[in-house]
């Protein structure tokens, strides 16, 4: 028998401060136009001094589990996305599992940046597919803000912090399509953020803050995206036509619109929420598709395709069929 991953619910949470574009430029040489014309980004919103990402992962968590109508002991793993994690260890999944209130589950998180919820899509699939396990809970939940140099305008503009959540189940009928993820580690220098606390003789003067090559990053995302989008296809044989829904990561709108563009895809079929949430890295795709979801905007039996590309390099997707 086949089992298929089928979502069975969603959730999402964002912080109560909103950070304007007008509000960066009154302590970095920027301009609301500049960022909006570049990005598509107006506002972002941030932690408060008390949040976590475990406690972000919490709020989102606990929505889709009740959205799957399911009771919380009934999840067998649970892989929580994240680059700004409350702990080095234990891991964020822990915390999670822990503020759930679940005892005998798996919990482990996963760290591949902005693609982390595409890993955590894939890695439940697996587990699913082979019958391991019934019901997976991926989280990507991140607080950018306190890894982003907010003297840095070329990467303080851009990122966010918020936690989206998926509840996936096992079923005969058809869910997760295909995922398909790739690492390529030799871009560190364009896109890193450094473990202070983990630094050599030689580098121990490092600051634990986002460092990018925008530019460049930007040129190899679209590319990567734009390969991935034609393997997810082929591997389904379907058509650009087939596909519905284009839920992707929210790093810029240029990209965004590149990937809908190779899709043959409107705008309006691309769920963007970067406006107003900028890049909230692993947990942007989830966020987007929860907002998808709950507005009505995807409907049950559409296909729905994910992709991200982040740090690492990391890239990859998932085609759904919700
Ligand atoms: N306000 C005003 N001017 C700025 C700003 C700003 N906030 N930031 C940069 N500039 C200036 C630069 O200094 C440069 O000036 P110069 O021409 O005098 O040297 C000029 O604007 C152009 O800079 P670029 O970096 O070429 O601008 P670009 O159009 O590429 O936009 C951006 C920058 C928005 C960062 C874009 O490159 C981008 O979105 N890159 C991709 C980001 C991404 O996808 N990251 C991956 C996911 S993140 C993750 O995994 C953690």
């Known amino acids: 028998m086949t089992h298929y991953a089928k979502v069975l619910g969603t959730g999402g ?26 990005t598509g980004i107006k506002s972002r919103r941030i932690a408060g001094a008390n949040e976590t990402a475990s406690s972000m992962a ?44 679940i005892k005998h589950c798996v ?3 996963v760290q591949a940046a902005c693609s982390g919820a595409i890993y955590g899509l894939s890695i439940a699939d697996q587990y699913i597919k082979t ?16 890894i982003v140099d907010w003297t840095d305008r070329g990467t303080c503009i851009l990122f966010g912090d918020g936690a989206g959540a998926v509840l ?19 871009y ?31 040129k190899v995302a679209v590319n990567t995206l734009e390969r991935i989008v034609d393997e997810t296809l082929e591997a389904n044989n379907l058509e650009k036509t087939d596909v519905d829904w284009l839920v992707p990561h929210q790093a810029n709108i240029r990209i965004i619109a590149a990937t809908a563009k190779k899709l043959k895809m409107s705008m309006e079929q691309v769920i963007v929420t970067l406006e107003e949430q900028g890049n909230t890295s692993s947990a942007s795709v989830l ?36």
């Not at 019958?131 to 306190?146: D, M, T, W, Y």
């Not at 997760?176 to 993820?181: I, K």
């Not at 560190?188 to 030689?202: F, G, H, K, S, V």
Request: charged share 20%; proline share 3%.
């Open 13 to 38: 949470y964002l912080p109560e401060e909103i950070r304007t574009n007008d509000d960066i430029s009154k302590t970095v040489d920027t301009s609301d136009s500049w960022i909006y014309e570049r």
């Open 58 to 101: 919490e709020i989102a968590a606990r929505q889709a589990i009740n959205t799957a109508q399911i009771s919380p002991d009934e999840i067998d793993l649970i892989i929580v996305a994240t680059g700004t994690p409350d702990r080095v260890y234990p891991s964020t999944a822990c915390l999670l599992q822990h503020r759930l209130g």
């Open 107 to 109: 919990a482990f998180d």
């Open 131 to 146: 019958g391991a396990v019934k019901n997976v809970l991926i989280v990507g939940s991140e607080i950018c803000s306190r």
């Open 168 to 186: 996936l189940g096992s079923s005969d009928e058809a869910g997760v399509l295909s995922t398909h993820v790739y690492s390529d580690g030799g």
């Open 188 to 218: 560190e220098d364009m896109l890193y953020c450094p473990n202070p606390q983990a630094a050599t003789e030689a580098n121990k003067h490092q600051v634990g803050t986002i460092s990018m090559r925008g530019n460049e990053v930007f």
């Open 287 to 322: 966020l987007a598709l929860h907002e998808g979801i709950t507005d009505g905007r995807i409907k049950r039996g559409q296909v729905v395709l994910l992709e991200a590309f982040g740090a690492g390099f990391t890239w990859g997707s998932a085609l759904i069929k919700y």
